[in-house]
Structure formats: structure tokens, C-alpha cells
């Protein structure tokens, strides 16, 4: 099989490290909402090239994660902005728990899955009684149940010397590494972060585009719902820890 490599600009040859094993870490939803149309091609994609590599023979070995706390409302790629928290927004929307929320709309993906006739994670099928309960069996990693996880990797970037503090965050200092935007091509001065009224920016960033690894519970984040003791404070993972 062959694919186009974002790194190299051209399409190449798939070779596994491990002969016959593909593994496979694709991003899944953000369990505020039901998901748009948009959410459900990306995964139409997945599982797209998922049963292709099962045709061919491979091992797939692969994880989808549920962001299900510290999404924010207006992020991208080069920067973490101070949004509101789409899961405690929706959670004060229809007046439930954060974790209600993530539970209620866990299940419409299960749905939505199953309606387009998507494999789970781990190759199956998705049964028809399986519910937000039993998701982790099928290849399914909620963000929720792997904090202390993420704060052992957060460490060992701030050993490696990758991280700043300020009030409000912890940040990964973009500067430290210069391959930061390898597979984007772009420069980081091209950036505009914080353009949107929503969005409040941190005075005491070094760079626009450094990221949030660990959100302290302060400012306009001081009753935040779900948050976790960690050595920087108490308070939530950034969206980008989230996805590793």
C-alpha cells in the first residue's frame, strides 16, 4: 500500500517497523454534542483505510481517543487560546455533570458508528448493546481515565526542559523545538492566534504559538468542573496532552 507522506511530499511505500503490524493512533470525538457531518467523514476515512490494511493482511493495532474534559472553544494547531471549556459549557447548558454529558453523547457516536456500519477501534463490529460502560474493551481511551498518565509525560518534557510557567499555565515552549511545524511547511510568524472576541490571551505567553500542557485552575478557570492535583497546581490537561 502506498500514501501520501505530509513529511516527505510525496507518496511512498507504507513499510511496518514490525512486519505484518500497522499500528494506528487516530483522533476521535469530543463528546459534547452529537457529531456533525463533517466529524463523521474523518471517520468514514479511518475506517476506510482500516479495512483496507485488515484486507491486505495486517495486524492493525489501534486507538481512538474521547476528548471528554479540556476542549476548548476556540483552538488550533499553533496555539491554545483561553476559550470556554466545550464540555463544561454544554454541561451548564442542560444542566448535568461534565461527566453526564460525556456519557449522553458517548453513546450517539456509538450510534452514529453503528448506523454507518464503522469498525471499533480494535477491528470489530460494534454490538448493538454496548454502551459508554464498556467502550475501553473495544479500543476506546477516555481522556478522563489517563490524567495521571499525562502528568507523568508532562514531567518528563519539563525534565527535558521543554516547558514555562506562568499564572494562569504551564506552556510547551515551541522555540525549544525547531521542528515544531515540520509537517505543516509553515512558519510560525504566518500565525494569527487570538483573533476572535471569545478568546482571551495569556500576557505572559513567550510565543503566540506556545500550548497549553497543563491549565491551572485560576482566572475565568477557577470553578472549572473537572480538574486533577498535579505538581504545577490544581487544574486540567491541555487539548494537545489529551491527544498523545
Known sequence: MKLYSTLDRKIVEIVPHKEGEISIYSCGPTVYSRMHVGNI??????????RALLYLGYDVKRVMNITDVGHMSSQDDFGDDFGDDKMDRQAQ?????PIDIANKYIDTVLDD????????PKGKEIP???TYKEVGKYGWSR???????????IKRIEENGFTYQTDQALYFDVSKFPEYTIFTGQELSEKEVGV????????NKKNPADFVLWM???GKYKDHIMNWQSPWGDGFPGWHEESR
Open 41 to 50: 467523514r474523518a471517520n468514514v476515512n479511518w475506517d476506510v483505510f482500516h
Open 93 to 97: 447548558r442542560e444542566g448535568l455533570e
Open 113 to 120: 458508528f453503528r448506523a454507518l456500519n464503522i469498525l471499533a
Open 128 to 130: 448493538k448493546d454496548l
Open 143 to 153: 481522556a478522563t481515565e489517563y490524567v495521571e498518565e499525562m502528568i507523568e509525560m
Open 196 to 203: 476572535r472576541d471569545e478568546v482571551d490571551i495569556d500576557p
Open 216 to 218: 491551572k485552575r485560576v
